[in-house]
């Protein structure tokens, strides 16, 4: 089955600064690829994705890239905000194959006033 | 519309009790799932269900069972609780594997 391996497991910078989170994949049939932001305490919710079609998706201070030769896909955010401070998680699926996703364990992801 | 909604939010059992939690959603998706979450870990599948009528085991279904009652509810079944069930239990569901829209959460201990 799928494997997806996400680094770093705690990330702290300081507002403005940007911030990186990288996932890798095992299975080369996965072909959708969502991030989750976690708040304390809350529900996962989707805040972006990429299928395996495209390389780069951008959404305002946020964007994802994806190297399917490679298999790992990452996220970027820019200009980071105290209220960017949850747990990312990353996530890999073949809507092919039985409409399953796997998770990555995640990122704390610290941004400093 | 209330999206995905799950009960209890809380729930305390003793080792060896039984217990349904539930789950509902008003968005018409074919697609529900189960995961358990475990202090500072990341997402884990116990069972989904691709359509109504079609149930199967994700990455750790011991220790559970499944009901899609229909298109809209998905129970989860813990029939001997162990302390190692412990963990917050997510609801999600969608129309495919894409966009999965999770519900608020079981927080279950076992003692």
């Known amino acids: 089955g799928e494997n997806v391996e996400q680094h770093p497991s705690t990330l702290s910078v300081q507002e403005g600064d940007s911030a990186v989170i990288k996932c890798t994949y095992s299975?080369?049939?996965?072909?959708?690829f969502p991030w989750y932001k976690q708040e304390l305490g809350k529900r996962p919710q989707l805040i972006i994705d990429?299928?395996?079609?495209?390389g780069e998706k951008k959404d305002q201070r946020i964007a994802v890239t994806l190297n399917k030769t490679a298999k790992h896909f990452s996220l970027h955010i820019t200009e980071t905000q105290p209220e960017d401070s949850a747990v990312y998680f990353c996530?890999?699926?073949?809507?092919?194959?039985?409409?399953?996703?796997?998770f990555g364990g995640g990122t704390r992801l610290m941004v400093k006033p | 519309n209330a999206g995905v909604t799950q009960t209890p939010k809380f729930q305390v059992l003793k080792t060896g009790q039984s217990m349904t939690l539930q789950c509902a959603q008003d968005?018409?998706?074919?697609?529900m799932y189960w995961y358990r979450q475990d202090p500072g870990m990341g997402l884990r599948l116990i069972y989904y269900?691709?359509?109504?009528?079609?149930?199967d085991k994700g990455e750790v279904p011991n220790g559970y069972n499944v009901s899609r009652l229909n298109k809209r509810e998905f129970s989860l079944r813990l029939e001997s609780a162990a302390p190692s069930q412990t963990s917050v239990y997510f609801c999600?569901?969608?129309?495919?594997?894409?966009?999965?829209?999770f519900g608020p959460g079981t927080r279950l201990t076992v003692t």
């Open positions: 968005m018409n998706h074919n697609s």
């Open positions: 990429i299928r395996s079609n495209v």
């Open positions: 999600a569901s969608g129309p495919r594997v894409y966009e999965q829209y």
């Open positions: 269900s691709a359509s109504e009528g079609t149930t």
């Open positions: 299975d080369s049939a996965s072909n959708y």
């Open positions: 996530a890999a699926g073949d809507n092919n194959a039985g409409n399953m996703l796997t």
